[in-house]
């Protein structure tokens, strides 16, 4: 019988990648395999796309990827951009003011680039995280206001608690404006309303002449849950938060345990015994 599932979003950090931020042997056959049965295999992440490309690379994907949580997805083959939604200048400037006095690090992204005011442990830590090294430029806003062009998200890191303080204050003021969401405890990310990981991968649904019911998706952050209720099949990882997988459709195993390979084995290749309600 033919597999109704044609197309399969996997987050890479806490969800595909392990510890080491590596894709498990196990992971990546059952991937090989899903594409052997026909079903498409995209990277839905928050990474820049320059720091999901070398995953797609080594696991053969070279279809559309879906980064900066949604707000660009570019091919990983030809590197063209199929759409690009940065967040407003003007938006991204008052957002930088208000956490400034704070002396959060901040994080902004232009280009494919990564910038930061200054040098800070948080910001090495985010370095090692995603393989790119930040480019100091001093003075943010100076520098945003010097470029004259949008940015495709401003990222805060802080520790939860504040975040979370930072985050009750933000919201009143740019929640109908902007897309507010933690794609790690200890990331607080700014981008364009319609940037997430769900608006994102309807879009990529369409292209392929697909419908949603024909797709899962596997996730494990905030900035996933939009991408989980979009698809026919919403799967949270087992090390994800209780109010994520309360929004799954399917709770599988964690990222330590090939819980991808799990929901390819369960719902693409039909083998039982794997993931768990």
Same mark, same amino acid.
């Given at each position: 019988?033919?597999n ?6 996997? /987050?890479?950090?806490?969800?595909l !990648?392990?510890?080491? +931020?590596?894709?498990?042997p196990?992971n990546?056959e059952a !991937? ?6 026909g079903?498409k295999v995209?990277l839905a992440?928050?990474?820049m796309?320059?720091a999901?490309?070398p995953?797609?690379?080594?696991l053969?994907i070279a279809g559309? %990827?879906?980064t900066?949580m949604?707000?660009?997805?570019r ?6 951009? +199929?759409?690009h939604?940065p967040a407003?200048l003007?938006?991204?400037? @008052?957002?930088i003011g ?5 002396g959060?690090h901040?994080n902004?992204y232009l280009?494919d680039? $990564?910038?930061v005011?200054r ?6 830590r985010?370095?090692a ?5 930040? *480019? ?6 100076a520098f $945003?206001?010097?470029?004259g062009?949008d940015?495709t998200?401003v %990222? ?6 504040l975040? /979370?303080?930072?985050?009750? @204050?933000m919201r009143?003021?740019?929640?109908? $404006?902007l897309?507010?969401?933690k794609s790690?405890?200890?990331?607080l ?7 997430? *990981?769900?608006h994102? %991968?309807?879009a990529?649904v369409?292209g392929c002449?697909?419908?949603r ?10 900035n996933?849950l939009e ?5 026919? $099949?919403?799967?949270?990882v087992a090390n ?5 997988r309360?929004?799954?459709d399917f709770?599988? %195993?964690?990222?330590?345990?090939d819980g991808v390979a ?6 693409i290749?039909?083998v039982?015994?794997?993931g768990? !309600?």
């Amino acid at each position: 019988m033919e597999n109704k599932y044609k197309l399969l979003a996997v /987050d890479l950090d806490d969800t595909l !990648l392990n510890r080491q +931020l590596e894709v498990s042997p196990g992971n990546r056959e059952a !991937l090989r395999q899903a594409g052997e049965a026909g079903v498409k295999v995209i990277l839905a992440t928050g990474r820049m796309y320059r720091a999901a490309l070398p995953y797609a690379r080594q696991l053969d994907i070279a279809g559309p %990827l879906i980064t900066y949580m949604g707000a660009l997805v570019r091919h990983a083959g030809t590197g063209q951009t +199929l759409f690009h939604r940065p967040a407003p200048l003007d938006l991204a400037l @008052e957002i930088i003011g208000r956490v400034k006095k704070y002396g959060y690090h901040i994080n902004v992204y232009l280009d494919d680039e $990564l910038f930061v005011a200054r040098h800070t442990p948080e910001g090495e830590r985010y370095a090692a995280l995603s393989g790119v090294r930040p *480019k100091v430029v001093g003075d943010l806003a100076a520098f $945003l206001r010097g470029r004259g062009e949008d940015p495709t998200k401003v %990222l805060v890191i802080e520790q939860e608690s504040l975040l /979370d303080s930072l985050a009750e @204050e933000m919201r009143p003021v740019f929640g109908h $404006l902007l897309h507010i969401t933690k794609s790690k405890p200890y990331f607080l990310e700014f981008s364009h309303p319609l940037a997430n *990981k769900g608006h994102a %991968l309807e879009a990529v649904v369409r292209g392929c002449g697909l419908e949603r019911e024909q797709v899962i998706a596997v996730g494990d952050a905030y900035n996933d849950l939009e991408m989980i209720d979009y698809a026919g $099949l919403g799967v949270a990882v087992a090390n994800a938060r209780e109010e994520i997988r309360a929004r799954a459709d399917f709770v599988t %195993l964690s990222n330590e345990e090939d819980g991808v390979a799990a929901v390819i084995h369960k719902f693409i290749l039909g083998v039982d015994g794997c993931g768990m !309600l």
